[in-house]
């Protein structure tokens, strides 16, 4: 999914019900929404407009229902890099109540990311 994007960032993100995937998204360039600007200006990062693959993935109604956020990145030749949430998507992951978030590193693993601590 993040390969095919259009957008410069090769982000995927899913959110997963019970082991399920249920929503799908992906960064998407060029685009926003209010509630991205709403975040970034909360977390004092207003430049944050273009709408996020984990924003995009909360959003959908469905999401209240999910219990697990992945979200991953890939460079031009597939492989995965770091794509470790924004402040922005911090604060939307938190006040979304899914607790289990895991991300795509640098060295081509998947690193759990501690939701318990807040926004940074
Ligand atoms: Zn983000």
Known sequence: MALAT?????VACVLLRKG?????????FGKTHPMQSRLAD??????RVSLHAELRALL??????????VVGRVNRQGELCL???CPVCQLAIFESGIRRVYYSTDNGTWS???????VE
């Open 112 to 118: 759990e990311f501690a939701t318990r601590n807040k």
């Open 60 to 69: 959908n109604p469905k999401a209240a229902t999910c219990d697990t956020l």
């Open 6 to 10: 259009d957008s410069r960032w090769r």
């Open 42 to 47: 909360r977390v004092g990062q207003p430049y």
């Open 20 to 28: 399920r995937i249920t929503i799908r998204s992906t960064n998407v």
């Open 83 to 85: 794509a470790r949430p």
